[in-house]
C-alpha cells in the first residue's frame, strides 16, 4: 500500500512539471510574438548627408513597408543645411519623432585663379578662386597673409571651409607689384603750326612719379606731315621702371601761314599803313595780359572767356584803316597801346588775348583781294572750328564762333567779304551756336 501511493505522488509531480514547462513555452512563445507585432519599426534616430536626397525608407527598420509611410503633414528635411531637427513620421496610421541630424562629411572643391597684389589693393581670398562645388555655403580665406616684401612671382594658399567644416587647401599664383600707380604726364597741350615750320612736341612737358626718378617719355607723331594742312593726332605715352604706363593725346593742327605785308597794303576798307617797326612781344604780351586780366573771371567757360575777348576787341579799339604788318606781335601792340589800327589789328589783338586763354586759333587771310584784303581768324573751344571775326563792318553783322555757311551767307551779300581758300585750314564745324549768344546782352549759354 505505501508504495503505490509514492509512486501515484511521483507521477503527479512529473504531470505538474511538464505542465508548466509548457505553460511556460506558451507564455514565451505570446511575448515573443507580441513583440514582433508591436514593436517600433521607425527609426528613433537617423543621420542623413548633405545634399542627400530623402526617402521615407531611411527611416524605416528593416522590412518595415515604405508603402505604409510617410513624413507627417507640411514636414520638409532640407539637406542643403547642417544641424539637427524633428520630424514626424506616420507609419501604418500611428505616428513617431524621429530625430534627423545632417552631417557634411564631404570637401569643398574650387579651381584656383591667378591674383594681383599691390599694397594699395590687396585681392579677396574670393577672388583668388572659382568653380567652387559643395552642397553646403563656403567660405574662403588665406591661409597666410601674402608676403609683400618683394616684388615678382610668389603663391597663396586659400582655404575654403564649408557648413560642415570641411576644408581644401588651393594654391594660388599671385603676382607681387610694389608700385601701381602710373606717371603722370603735365604741360601737353593742343599746338598749332604753320606749313613747313617745325615742332617742339617736348617743351613745356614733364613726367612725374611717386617712385621711378626717370620714368620714360615715348612721342607717337608719325602721323604728322608738316606739309600739308590737316589736324594730326600725337600721343604721349609714359612708362615707370614696375610696368605702369600713363597716355595724353593731343591734336597738332598745320596750317597755311598768312600773308604779312612789311608795308603798304590795304584795309577792308583801303588805307595805307606805317612802315614796319620792331616790337618787343613781352611789352605786347603785357598790355594784353593786362586787358585779360580785366575781362576774364575763372569761373568762365571757354566759351564765355572768347566771346568776352571778341566782344572787348571789337568795342575797344577805333578804326582807322592803317595798320603795321610787319607781325602779327606788332599789329597787337598798336592795337592794344593806340586802341586804333585795321582788320589786321583786330585780329592781331584778338589771337594775343586767344593765345592767353589757351583757346587754340588758326589765322585765315582772305583769298579774293581784288577789293581788299581781310583777316580774321577760327578758333576751337573743344566743339570744332568756327569763324572768329571781331572787325566791326560799315554793314553790320556779328561774327562770334560762325559756321562757313553762316559766313558764306554774309560775304556773298557784301562784296565777298570773307573769300577764303577752305582746303588751307581745318575742317570747320557745321553745327550752329548762334541760338547761345545774345549780342545785345554780351552773354552766351552754354
Not at 583801303?270 to 612781344?281: E, F, L, M, N
Not at 556773298?412 to 545785345?440: C, G, M, W
Request: charged share 20%; with cysteine.
Amino acid at each position: 500500500m505505501k508504495k503505490g501511493k509514492q509512486q501515484k505522488r511521483s507521477t503527479a509531480k512529473i504531470i505538474t512539471a511538464v505542465l508548466g514547462c509548457v505553460a511556460l513555452a506558451f507564455l514565451i512563445g505570446a511575448g515573443i510574438l507580441y513583440y514582433l507585432q508591436t514593436r517600433p519599426t521607425v527609426l528613433e534616430n537617423v543621420t542623413l548627408e548633405a545634399g542627400q536626397e530623402v526617402e521615407i525608407a531611411q527611416f524605416l527598420e528593416e522590412g518595415a513597408d515604405p508603402s505604409k509611410a510617410s513624413l507627417g503633414e507640411g514636414e520638409e528635411i532640407d539637406t542643403s543645411k547642417v544641424g539637427v531637427d524633428l520630424v514626424t513620421v506616420i507609419y501604418k496610421e500611428k505616428s513617431y519623432i524621429v530625430c534627423v541630424e545632417v552631417k557634411d562629411t564631404v570637401a569643398p572643391v574650387g579651381t584656383a585663379v591667378a591674383a594681383t597684389a599691390t599694397p594699395e589693393a590687396m585681392p579677396a581670398a574670393s577672388d583668388c578662386v572659382k568653380d567652387i562645388v559643395d552642397v553646403t555655403k563656403v567660405e574662403a580665406s588665406f591661409k597666410e597673409e601674402i608676403d609683400m616684401s618683394e616684388a615678382g612671382e610668389t603663391t597663396a594658399i586659400v582655404v575654403l571651409t564649408d557648413e560642415g567644416g570641411n576644408t581644401t587647401e588651393i594654391t594660388v599664383p599671385v603676382t607681387v607689384i610694389l608700385d601701381s600707380e602710373p606717371p603722370v604726364i603735365e604741360g601737353t597741350k593742343d599746338i598749332v603750326v604753320y606749313v613747313g615750320e617745325t615742332v617742339s612736341y617736348r617743351s613745356g612737358v614733364t613726367v612725374t612719379d611717386n617712385k621711378d626718378e626717370d620714368p620714360t617719355l615715348e612721342i607717337d607723331n608719325s602721323q604728322v606731315d608738316l606739309e600739308t594742312v590737316g589736324e594730326y593726332p600725337v600721343t604721349y605715352t609714359a612708362t615707370d621702371e614696375a610696368g605702369n604706363t600713363s597716355s595724353v593725346s593731343i591734336t597738332v593742327t598745320v596750317a597755311k601761314k598768312p600773308v604779312q605785308e612789311s608795308s603798304g597794303g590795304s584795309s577792308s576798307s583801303g588805307g595805307s599803313s606805317p612802315s614796319g617797326t620792331q616790337v618787343d612781344s613781352g611789352d605786347m604780351n603785357a598790355l594784353a595780359q593786362k586787358v585779360y586780366d580785366q575781362i576774364i573771371t575763372d569761373n568762365m567757360s571757354q566759351m564765355q572767356k572768347a566771346f568776352a575777348i571778341y566782344r572787348w576787341v571789337k568795342t575797344n579799339i577805333g578804326y582807322t584803316g592803317s595798320s603795321d604788318k610787319s607781325s602779327w606781335e606788332a599789329g597787337a601792340y598798336q592795337a592794344f597801346k593806340n586802341r586804333s589800327g585795321d582788320c589786321f589789328n583786330y585780329f592781331a589783338a584778338g589771337k594775343a588775348l586767344l593765345n592767353i586763354a589757351g583757346i587754340q586759333n588758326v589765322d585765315i587771310v582772305k583769298s579774293d583781294t581784288s577789293h581788299s584784303r581781310h583777316y580774321w581768324s577760327l578758333i576751337n573751344i573743344g566743339t570744332g572750328w568756327y569763324h572768329f571775326d571781331c572787325t566791326p563792318r560799315k554793314g553790320g553783322g556779328n561774327f562770334f564762333m560762325l559756321t562757313d555757311a553762316e559766313l558764306a551767307d554774309y560775304s556773298e551779300s557784301h562784296r565777298n567779304s570773307h573769300i577764303f581758300d577752305s582746303s588751307l585750314y581745318p575742317e570747320r564745324a557745321t553745327e550752329s551756336v548762334q541760338s547761345k549768344v545774345n549780342y545785345s546782352k554780351g552773354t552766351v549759354s552754354q
